[in-house]
């Protein structure tokens, strides 16, 4: 399958600091990026998501970069709460007629841990 | 209840034996997606349904794998003679195809998962 490469691997954050998680992806074709938080037990859930014709998104603490020319984009997490521990991937794909969902792209995750 | 609904949660087997994993997804959900994922990896794609036609099983790892939604609603996940490498949490998830907002988002919804265990 066409990849999706996420980094890092693990990470640990102080309350109230900013986690950083960088995913790159291969295939130009691709034309939506979420990103979804998976909790110990529970399926993914969507978080946020970008299209290629913006560089940046943002909903409430949560902050999507997107540099199409290096074909990389990054989930920014401000104020980093205790209670936004978990795994978070990003995703690729190419939508299909009418903006439905093709097959995801996953990227390995992150496991984040904020520190109280 | 209002989401995805997947059943057994948990299922063990032994070596060869068939399993079956169920799928409800959200009523009026036209696509339908499974899901493998591994410990510490990411979701893999395994195969896609569109009402009760199934458009891509290209993620299927191999002729053991066999998946069905005969009405377009429920769907089922069969596996062959289980082997060890099968043992992974199996997601299911459904998404609404529309033309029209909030519908075009194309946001897919996933259940919590059958976690297969095979000894």
């Known amino acids: 399958q066409q990849q999706v490469k996420q980094s890092p691997q693990s990470l640990i954050v102080q309350k109230g600091g900013i986690s950083i998680i960088n995913c790159a992806y291969e295939?130009?074709?691709?034309?939506?990026f979420p990103w979804y938080q998976q909790f110990p037990g529970k399926g993914p859930a969507l978080l946020i998501a970008?299209?290629?014709?913006?560089s940046e998104k943002k909903e409430g603490r949560f902050t999507i970069s997107f540099n199409k020319s290096a074909k990389q984009f990054s989930l920014h997490i401000m104020d980093s709460q205790p209670g936004d521990s978990a795994t978070y991937f990003c995703?690729?794909?190419?939508?299909?007629?009418?903006?439905?969902?093709?097959?995801?792209?996953f990227g390995t995750g992150t496991l984040l841990a904020v520190q109280p | 209840g209002a989401g995805v609904s997947q059943s057994p949660r948990y299922k063990v087997a032994k070596r060869g034996q068939d399993v079956a994993l169920r799928c409800d997804p959200i009523?009026?959900?036209?696509?339908l997606f499974w899901y493998q994922q591994a410990l510490g990896q990411g979701p893999e794609f395994l195969t896609y349904?569109?009402?009760?036609?199934?458009?891509?099983k290209s993620g299927l790892p191999s002729d053991r794998f066999f998946a069905e939604r005969p009405e377009g609603s429920v769907s089922t996940l069969k596996i062959q003679r289980t082997q060890q490498e099968d043992s992974a949490v199996y997601l299911c998830?459904?998404?609404?195809?529309?033309?029209?907002?909030?519908?075009?988002?194309?946001?897919?919804?996933f259940g919590e998962g059958s976690r297969l265990t095979v000894l």
């Open positions: 009523s009026g959900h036209v696509s």
């Open positions: 970008i299209r290629p014709d913006v």
């Open positions: 295939n130009t074709a691709f034309d939506y």
């Open positions: 349904f569109q009402n009760e036609a199934q458009l891509d």
């Open positions: 998830a459904s998404s609404f195809r529309g033309n029209r907002p909030p519908a075009n988002t194309g946001e897919l919804f």
């Open positions: 995703a690729a794909t190419r939508r299909g007629y009418g903006g439905a969902t093709n097959k995801l792209i």
